[in-house]
């Protein structure tokens, strides 16, 4: 396994290090993405079987995949609770829409209020704008302080990116399988490329205005299996870019990724189907238990958490916002 090349990079080198340096894309396998669909689909037959004849669609993403994965236990609790925005989620949130903007327009003019149109106009389904408003007036200026440097930062490095590359943000990643009753589902923050029938050509690149984390590997690796198994190329590289500080952690990608990318989905789409067919969920106390949503009623997570009163949910959005 190659692991992601990373550096602070800007203008065409960070484009050089997307797009690649000239040397030639692999060659894609025409067999290989109706493989990886035969695998999934042999897989799921017998749990989709078993749902119920009225179930909903099982989704599969990458925060249902992490949760479920962690303790499915948790999933649940997670389902049942209300939506908690933090600081972290609405500055990611902001600087995404900064990073739409970017690319689609080549300018940023005011930062602060550039992100908060662009939220509002896209519906603001998690309530970012009236977040930011209720806060206290000196953390509502950090916060403007911080979505200005992500701003500069992004500014500064990325270069305006050629129509002749396709550049698309939000690009939605859907999958059906088994007659459509699970669906695979990913909203990348860029691609770039026409995806090609011979040489791989895609690059898909995630924005984390957080702190770097090796977690991020693995949401990239589902959206390159959700690519090969959409267009029949696997993307010839993906990427995260670290607003904060200019990283990019970049890597090709390669058939063992994904054939370990698809077992991890395969179990993660296992366990949903085994919930939604009513199964009682496993409790797997692991080291988050401590936030979790289910704690007060989870006999073995407040042993492994030594309570049973959990710990405000933005003290661990920041290093874990999936799984929060
Ligand atoms: S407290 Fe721990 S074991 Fe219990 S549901 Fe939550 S994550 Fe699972």
Not at 186 to 202: E, H, I, K, T
Request: aromatic residues 4%.
């Amino acid at each position: 396994m190659r692991r992601a090349a990373t550096s602070m990079i800007e203008g065409d080198g960070l484009l050089r290090r997307l797009r690649g340096d000239g040397a030639p894309r692999p060659v894609v396998d025409p067999g290989l993405a109706g493989g990886l669909r035969d695998w999934l689909e042999d897989g799921l037959v017998e749990a989709v079987g078993g749902l119920p004849g009225d179930s909903e669609t099982v989704r599969v993403n990458k925060e249902s995949l992490s949760q479920v994965l962690l303790c499915e236990a948790h999933l649940v609790a997670r389902r049942g609770a209300p939506r908690v925005m933090t600081v972290e989620l609405a500055r990611g949130s902001l600087v995404d829409a900064l990073f739409r903007q970017w690319v689609t327009t080549g300018a940023v003019e005011d930062p602060w209020n550039d992100a908060l149109e662009a939220l509002a106009v896209e519906g603001d389904r998690d309530g970012v704008g009236s977040f930011v408003t209720g806060l206290p007036p000196t953390r509502r200026h950090q916060m403007m302080a911080e979505v200005a440097e992500h701003a500069a930062e992004i500014v500064a490095r990325w270069p305006v990116l050629s129509p002749a590359w396709l550049p698309r943000t939000q690009e939605r990643l859907e999958v059906p399988l088994c007659g459509g009753r699970v669906v695979l589902a990913g909203v990348v923050d860029l691609v770039l490329g026409r995806p090609a029938q011979d040489r791989a050509s895609v690059c898909l690149v995630e924005l984390k205005s957080g702190t770097r984390r090796v977690e991020h590997r693995g949401d990239l690796h589902f959206y390159a299996l959700l690519e090969a198994l959409r267009s029949g190329a696997p993307p010839f590289r993906i990427a995260t870019y670290y607003s904060a500080t200019g990283e990019l952690d970049a890597e090709p990608v390669e058939e063992e990724m994904l054939v370990r990318t698809l077992a991890r989905v395969l179990d993660g789409a296992l366990r949903l189907c085994r919930l939604a067919a009513g199964a009682e969920p496993e409790r797997t106390p692991n080291p988050l238990c401590a936030w979790c949503a289910g704690l007060r009623e989870c006999v073995p997570g407040q042993r492994r958490a030594g309570t049973d009163v959990p710990r405000p949910v933005d003290s661990l959005a920041e290093l874990h916002p999936e799984t929060a």
